[in-house]
Nanobody, 111 residues
């Protein structure tokens, strides 16, 4: 099983980024996928979830209305579109499925 995140970087407050997570080694199209994040000195928190076919999504209150999770089952990839970014969104963002985790991608939002 492999989950590889990409798309992180440095962005100014109010800006946007799109994260990608390429998955392999398991039945992606049958699996719900999640994005988590961990800010320095804080516990890892669930940001967004999407069901296997993409028909249902859920978001943390802190990102609702600004972030959108989506997936392309033909490409075995899940995305996180992040708009109106705030400095408090600064964290390492991780892709997750069951007990599997990627290595994360760092998002830094400057004020």
């Amino acid at each position: 099983v492999q989950l590889v995140e990409s798309g992180g970087g440095l962005v100014q407050s109010g800006g946007s980024l799109r994260l990608s997570c390429a998955a392999s080694g398991f039945p992606f199209s049958s699996s719900a996928m999640r994005w988590y994040r961990q800010a320095p000195g804080k516990v890892r928190e669930l940001v967004a979830t999407i069901t296997n076919a993409g028909g249902s999504t859920n978001y943390a209150d802190s990102v609702k209305g600004r972030f959108t999770i989506s997936r392309d089952n033909a490409k075995n990839t899940v995305y996180l579109q992040m708009n109106s970014l705030k400095p408090e969104d600064t964290a390492v963002y991780y892709c997750n499925c069951l007990n599997y985790w990627g290595n994360g991608t760092l998002v830094t939002v400057s004020s």
